[in-house]
């Protein structure tokens, strides 16, 4: 490859504003799925729901069930003005660290009323801070605990593109059917087509599924501003591959079946997981994976992803693994064909 494929510029796409989906469908495997072969470059469209029918019998369908935490709170300081905290990552019950705004306003000592008996106060940045986007805060709670707080109050966090505030059906339809770890800031949305219903057809047609837990972080938010995208870093992110993950992982390659990621975050956590042998390691760990073209898939063999937006890691990671050209050109084609876009939007899948 050459310098001119790592540029920015090469995975920028035009995407008519109308596309950027608002709202999600009333049935979530009502989206539709564009079906790329990235060996033969063919495209098929299908239903959502049509999924079991473009798997087979031996394939595993490994799911991200982290669970999205009310997160953004919003609130008015002490001298009038509206504020917006977001947590991103917590370091004891009550301290946090959080994307603030307005940023110049909120400096250390500054307090934020969420709701009564409830503030958000800006803390002293910690001895050796790396000096990044986020600041520290604590949250000020009246006789309550900080999970009871957050879901009386906390508003779920949509990502800036879908241009309404949160509303109370946002609570369910922003988390996946599986969702049972909290931690996550956005939805793995690639995960938020499927229903009970469609696990249970999965199944009977031999498609195992197994849940590993990626809490996706800021860095999700994050646009790649450096022009070389080999150059982009992301914050660390923490992930659990559980033994039932590693057995099945195992099990499923040996039966010569395909591992089929569903998202960005299982894909980064089986290809940060696995070892140079091919088995993956179960426990904790954490990623701090950029994929670019040119990375070398050895854990995933298929993908199902949403559409994502132009210039972003993600978009860097499908191409990565479908090739830039083929994935542009396909995006195009969803979009001449009015496709609903980005995290309430439809989905590929890439075999």
Do not use: C
């Not at 110049?104 to 709701?115: N, S």
């Not at 002293?124 to 990044?132: D, I, M, R, V």
């Not at 894909?267 to 990623?287: K, M, V």
Request: aromatic share 6%; proline share 7%.
């Amino acid at each position: 490859m050459s310098p001119d494929d790592y540029r920015i510029e090469a995975f920028d796409y035009h995407l008519p504003p109308e596309l950027v989906a608002q709202q999600p469908l009333a049935r979530r495997d009502d989206s539709r799925l564009l079906a790329l072969d990235r060996a033969s470059g063919a495209v098929s469209h299908h239903a959502f729901r049509d999924l079991p029918d473009l798997l087979r019998r031996g394939d595993l369908l490994v799911v991200n069930r982290s669970r999205v935490r009310n997160a953004r709170l919003l609130g008015r300081l002490s001298g009038g003005g509206a504020a917006e905290i977001l947590l991103v990552r917590q370091h004891d019950p009550d301290v946090w660290e959080a994307l603030v705004r307005p940023g110049r306003r909120l400096r250390p000592g500054a307090v934020v009323t969420v709701a009564p008996g409830f503030g958000v106060r800006i803390e002293p940045e910690a001895e050796g801070a790396s000096g990044g986007p986020t600041r520290r805060v604590r949250l000020l709670l009246d006789g309550t605990d900080a999970h009871a707080a957050l879901e009386r109050y906390g508003h779920v966090p949509l990502p800036p593109y879908i241009r309404r505030p949160d509303v109370a059906s946002d609570r369910e339809r922003y988390q996946t059917v599986y969702a049972r770890e909290t931690g996550s800031v956005a939805a793995p949305t690639a995960g938020l087509h499927f229903t009970p219903e469609l696990l249970a057809r999965l199944a009977e047609r031999g498609i195992e599924k197994a849940e590993l837990v990626l809490h996706v972080g800021p860095g999700t938010f994050r646009p790649v501003e450096v022009q070389d995208v080999r150059q982009h870093r992301v914050q660390p992110e923490g992930f659990k591959i559980p033994d039932s993950v590693a057995e099945s992982f195992s099990r499923t390659r040996a039966n010569g079946g395909r591992v089929i990621a569903v998202g960005t975050t299982v894909t980064r956590a089986l290809e940060s997981a696995l070892d140079p042998d091919g088995r993956l390691r179960r426990g904790d760990g954490e990623t701090e994976l950029v994929v670019v073209p040119g990375f070398r898939f050895r854990a995933v063999d298929a993908l199902v992803t949403n559409f994502h937006l132009p210039r972003s890691s993600l978009l860097l990671l499908v191409a990565a693994f479908a090739g830039r050209e083929r994935v542009l050109r396909v995006y195009a084609e969803a979009a001449r064909l009015r496709y609903r876009f980005y995290s309430y939007g439809d989905a590929m899948l890439v075999v």
